[in-house]
């Protein structure tokens, strides 16, 4: 059998270990690949535990986790006696960039819109402070300063299905005009971030997409295909999964319909933010190789067990308030008497960047959409339209997979495969850009817990409401997984610290 009828006779159950055996059929590239991934740090709490100790001292506030959400905390305690801890060698969490030859490149989130004036104030206000937006009265819309790094509309994207080049995932017609009609009176009402969406329209967060797109109307199957395809790219699971408030925010949440919408994608994606950020923290209390791996509750203070990765060694802290920005899977380790405030259904993403050949003055589409066999592969990024100004000989294709939740067991194999999937990823990309892609180097980053899947009751469900003892903050408290959600849970955990 080759390798196309093997992927075409297990389409229909195209989960991930299915596809790894169909990637077998494939030669491996001569580039090199290499791996990273989350899926070690689990073990490193259990491991950790006999590490020798080390008294380290107190400290006024912990922040647990370096990625959008801890860093703008870090932010909003400014001055304050605090330190973050950050897992992994690098900051950023599912923002996270690679760096290569003097190139940086996304890891994960990747793109942001030109923000309406119906946002909240408070992120509004920190990114025109760290001089990322301004305000343009006669859009009333905020614009980026970096103008360098919009993406020409005619650049943006295209859509790639049965062999076919088309403009957009949802082609024009009586199917996508009739869509927007049903979801226009919620133009305008739906907020960033999400706690300021009126209570009127909190009971779409009770049934699905689907169900409520179906409620008055059919849904051919094709067009579902193309949902579906959207929903993925952004909630990390399919329209009969996600909340019809999760939905309809997404077509709604910017006036797409009546303004043009800036498109903003800096080459090292969204942590481009991250890095205007920690540019007003304190370099000391950032500190990253550091697990939390414990917390206790004592009378009035904190008892945190971190673990310093790169040494090895065992430290602990006394605080008076912690923030917890970290993916909330973990607490069943780390704080276990809160563990059962988060049930999350949350998808696995897979990315892959491929550093090539650039030619010059030729640039591709930024977002590259592909709905193929295998409905996890969602395409790619071009990096080539991401800054036109800077002369370059090489560009990045940075490749998306989000995987479904019950993959995650199977993560684990993925690095011995990992050549392979590179291989079978260039396929896809090649199939769709026509062309001889010469490869030097790809990087593969799997993060097993990336993505809180906006299902039926989730939003909304924000565990500080419930009279916790510390702080939560990130997208996976009730929140979109988007990076202004992020940014705000940062800012509102720091205040109820701060007040
Ligand atoms: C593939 C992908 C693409 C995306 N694209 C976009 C996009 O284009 N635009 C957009 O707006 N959003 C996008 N998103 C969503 C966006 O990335 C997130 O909403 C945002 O970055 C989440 O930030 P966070 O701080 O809440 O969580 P995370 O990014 O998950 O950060 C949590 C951090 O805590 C650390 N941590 C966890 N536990 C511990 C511990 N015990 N000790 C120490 N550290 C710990 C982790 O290592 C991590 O760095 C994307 C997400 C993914 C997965």
Redesign the pocket.
């Given at each position: 059998m080759k390798r196309r009828e093997f992927v075409k006779s297990t389409a229909a159950a195209v989960s991930l270990p299915f596809w790894l055996q169909g990637c077998r059929f494939l030669d491996a590239g001569q580039y090199p690949v290499y791996f990273r991934s989350?899926y070690e740090t689990g073990h490193l709490m259990l491991q950790g535990q006999q590490w020798e100790k080390e008294e380290a001292g107190a400290v006024e506030t912990i922040i647990?986790?370096?990625?959008?959400?801890?860093m703008a905390a870090a932010v909003g305690l400014g001055p304050a006696d605090f330190k973050l801890?950050?897992?992994?060698g690098r900051?950023?969490?599912?923002?996270a960039c690679e760096q290569y030859q003097g190139l940086q490149f996304s890891q994960?989130?990747?793109?942001?819109l030109a923000y309406p004036e119906y946002y909240g104030e408070e992120v509004l206000s920190l990114f025109e402070k760290l001089k990322i937006i301004r305000y343009e009265p006669w859009k009333k819309m905020w614009s980026f300063e970096d103008q360098q790094h919009i993406i020409p509309f005619q650049r943006r994207q295209q859509c790639f299905e049965n062999g076919m080049l088309r403009p957009d995932v949802i082609p024009e017609g009586s199917q996508k005009e009739r869509f927007y009609q049903h979801l226009n009176r919620y133009l305008g009402e739906m907020h960033l971030p999400t706690r300021l969406i009126p209570e009127k329209n909190r009971h779409l967060n009770d049934l699905t997409f689907f169900d409520f797109l179906t409620e008055h109307s059919e849904v051919d199957p094709q067009f579902q295909r193309q949902l579906d395809y959207h929903m993925m790219d952004d909630w990390g699971g399919p329209s009969n999964q996600v909340s019809a408030l999760a939905g309809i925010h997404y077509f709604m949440c910017r006036p797409y319909l009546t303004k043009s919408v800036d498109l903003f994608s800096p080459p090292n994606?969204?942590f481009y933010f991250l890095d205007k950020m920690k540019s007003v923290v304190t370099d000391e209390k950032l500190i990253t190789n550091?697990?939390?791996?414990k917390i206790e509750k004592n009378k009035d203070e904190f008892l945190v067990e971190v673990l310093d990765v790169s040494r090895k060694k065992k430290k602990s802290f006394k605080c008076e308030k912690v923030i917890y920005?970290?993916?909330k899977h973990?607490l069943k380790y780390?704080y276990r008497q809160e563990a059962h405030l988060f049930n999350q259904v949350q998808a696995p993403?897979m990315?892959l960047n491929f550093v090539c050949e650039a030619e010059e003055g030729k640039y591709g589409f930024w977002q590259n959409e592909f709905l193929g066999e295998n409905r996890s592969f969602l395409g790619f990024i071009d990096s080539s339209v991401q800054d036109r100004r800077a002369q370059k000989s090489k560009r990045v294709l940075t490749a998306?997979y989000c995987l479904e939740p019950k993959d995650r067991e199977y993560l684990a194999t993925i690095e011995a495969s990992s050549k392979k999937i590179a291989a079978e990823t260039l396929d896809y990309i090649t199939e769709m850009l026509d062309e001889k892609i010469e490869v030097e180097a790809c990087f593969v980053n799997v993060?097993g817990h990336?993505?809180s899947i906006p299902v039926p009751g989730f939003l909304f469900n924000d565990a500080n409401e419930k009279g916790t003892d510390l702080i939560y903050?990130?997208?996976?408290n009730g929140r979109l997984?988007?990076?202004?959600?992020?940014v705000d849970?940062g800012l509102m955990a720091a205040s109820v610290l701060s007040s």
């Open positions: 989350d647990v986790g370096g990625g959008m959400a801890g801890f950050e897992l992994s900051l950023g969490g599912t923002s994960g989130a990747h793109y942001e994606g969204n550091h697990l939390v791996s920005a970290g993916q973990a780390v993403w990315i998306y993060m990336a993505m903050a990130g997208v996976d997984p988007l990076l202004f959600e992020a849970s």
